[in-house]
């Protein structure tokens, strides 16, 4: 009997190891897949103009333009 018991005690222990192995390759599934797209997020910021940093720079020159312009009527 004392040897069924063992058997049955080490079946229960494959069991949750082989669960606890499930879990963690999950987990790891997931990781990856985060870390995947993570990277590819920033190389996609990276590569990606800046289409306001342009119309900024437009914006300042046509602002400057026109205070020159009304400097040079006073004068």
Do not use: C, H, S
Not at 31 to 46: E, H, N, S, W
Not at 54 to 68: A, G, H, K, Q, T
Request: hydrophobic fraction near 45%.
């Amino acid at each position: 009997m004392n040897k069924v018991e063992d058997f049955l005690a080490a079946l229960q222990k494959k069991e949750e190891e082989k669960n606890k192995n499930t879990v963690l390759w999950i987990l790891a599934i997931i990781g990856a897949v985060a870390a995947v797209a993570g990277i590819a997020y920033a190389v996609y910021r990276f590569f990606t103009p800046d289409y306001l940093e342009d119309f900024e720079e437009d914006f300042d020159d046509d602002f400057d333009d026109y205070f020159e312009d009304e400097d040079d009527e006073e004068e």
